[in-house]
């Protein structure tokens, strides 16, 4: 793999992380915040985290192989 497609790689690593942070912090304001009474937004907010983490992991996993393969 190319350095620029690993530094690609990284750029998406760190961009999902962040947006997972972000939904996390939702999901925590909800938790917070929010409940009992907003517990109809709980399912679509833990969805939102649950994708947004998955999507970091990938991301990640996959960095991890390419950079293993360059090493």
Known sequence: MSPEELKKLEKTVKKNKRLAGEKAMELHDLVED????????LMAVAEETFEACKAWDDAN?????AQAETA
């Open 61 to 65: 996993k996959a960095l991890q192989a």
């Open 34 to 41: 929010k409940l009992p009474a907003g517990y109809l937004d």
